[in-house]
């Protein structure tokens, strides 16, 4: 698959303020961030989006989403509240095609998001 921007984070090419990481998962701050809290986790091998993911790799999304919570539960704001989504495509809003979990907290989020 074609290189992005993450994947150059994940391998310390361009700078990123890493907040999480273990062997399969990077946390970092999203550069634009749309809440006070807004960490994107990314798994360190490339997948470029959700429609491309493989049942091998159902583990591989389970732990995108325990690293988010756990960060969540870490940081003190999991019983408060937050929102994780997963951005696919054009029509998802994705712009940036390594798959990504977005971590939104801080702030009372609104449903539905528009
Ligand atoms: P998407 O729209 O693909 O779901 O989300 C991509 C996110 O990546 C956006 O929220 C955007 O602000 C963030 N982003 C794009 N480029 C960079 C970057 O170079 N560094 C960081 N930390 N975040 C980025």
Not at 42 to 66: M, R, V, Y
Not at 83 to 102: K, P
Request: aromatic share 8%; hydrophobic share 40%.
């Amino acid at each position: 698959m074609s290189d992005t921007i993450f994947s150059k984070i994940v391998r310390r090419e361009i700078p990123a303020d890493i907040v999480y990481e273990d062997d399969e998962v990077l946390g970092f701050r999203d550069l634009n961030p749309q809440a006070p809290v807004h960490v994107l986790f990314i798994p360190k091998q490339s997948l470029a989006t959700l429609n491309d993911a493989t049942p091998e790799q159902a583990t591989l999304l389970g732990n995108l989403l325990l690293a988010a919570a756990n960060y969540a539960k870490q940081e003190g704001f999991a019983e408060q509240g937050y929102r994780t989504v997963i951005n696919c495509n054009e029509d998802g809003g994705q712009t940036v095609f390594h798959i990504h979990v977005h971590l939104l907290a801080g702030r009372r989020l609104h449903w539905p998001p528009g």
